[in-house]
């Protein structure tokens, strides 16, 4: 059972930063890829940035430029670091990791949240 533990949300002001990180229980090159989602109030949950095992990447249109998502092979740990944070950033920040290696499976983290004020 792989496990997901996030952490690094808070509160800022617009403006601000934030770096989120999601510690895995396993070698994060064995899954297919891994994201970070969010869920804002009232909506559905979307895709923010994901990193493949070869390491691209892809981002929401809406956080090119101001997030960037890496990580450490080493420490089994993916980051999102999120700069010029905007209100409509607010929500509930998920690591997620999707693993073909057999059958196919999504983990999901507990989730950390994120507030942006203006």
């Known amino acids: 059972q792989v496990q997901l533990v996030e952490s690094g949300g808070g509160s800022v002001q617009a403006g601000g930063s934030l770096r989120l990180s999601c510690a895995a229980s396993v070698n994060i090159l064995r899954m297919n890829s891994m994201g970070w989602h969010r869920q804002a109030p009232g909506k559905q949950r979307e895709l923010v940035a994901g990193i493949s095992s070869a390491g691209s990447t892809n981002y929401a249109d809406s956080v090119k430029g101001r997030f960037t998502i890496s990580r450490d092979n080493a420490k089994n740990t993916v980051y999102l670091q999120m700069n010029s944070l905007k209100p409509e950033d607010t929500g509930v920040y998920y690591c997620?990791?999707?693993?073909?290696?057999?059958?196919?499976?999504?983990?999901w983290g507990q989730g950390t949240q994120v507030t942006v004020s203006s």
């Open positions: 997620n990791a999707f693993s073909t290696r057999d059958g196919v499976r999504q983990y």
